[in-house]
């Protein structure tokens, strides 16, 4: 899509459908082009378990980036959360003891570089009104 804005609604409730608010459980997530503005209109959560085999120098839930096979910079890029549409600041969610091993049963590669949002490369990127929790290991 060519679109300069997309937007992040909240995903569907598996209950009756009605709840609105409703998180998106997802893996990592790649951003590699210019001129782009992403909306959070919803709460991201890290899946579970999706970061146990990837390098934590490269794990972050949303990334925006510049493509290595690219002709230029990714440039001009934003995260910016919709206050209005939650009633708060989305969140963006990961689990932060599992990396760190805290959880029974459950071992990662030591590492602080587990981020919720990840600007790599890239030129005049910013991120407002998100919160950003349980990150790092």
């Known amino acids: 899509s060519g679109a300069r804005t997309v937007i992040v609604d909240p995903a569907p409730s598996s209950d009756d459908g009605g709840d609105q608010s409703a998180a998106w459980v ?3 997530l790649s951003v590699n082009r210019s001129g782009l503005m992403v909306v959070l209109q919803a709460d991201l959560l890290a899946k579970r378990g999706a970061f146990h085999f990837v390098n934590p120098l ?3 839930l949303l990334s925006f980036v510049t ?3 690219a002709p230029r910079m990714t440039a001009d890029v934003a995260l910016v959360g919709d206050t209005k549409a939650l009633g ?3 969140t963006i969610t990961m ?3 599992d990396y760190s091993n805290a959880t029974p049963g ?3 590669v030591k590492s602080e570089h587990r981020h919720g949002v990840q600007f790599d490369g890239v030129r005049n990127g910013h991120a407002s009104n ?3 929790r ?3 290991g």
């Open 26 to 28: 997802t893996r990592q």
């Open 58 to 60: 490269n794990a972050s």
């Open 67 to 69: 493509s290595k096979h």
């Open 88 to 90: 708060r600041r989305p």
């Open 95 to 97: 689990w932060r003891d």
């Open 106 to 108: 459950v071992e990662y």
């Open 130 to 132: 998100v919160n950003i």
């Open 134 to 136: 349980s990150t790092g």
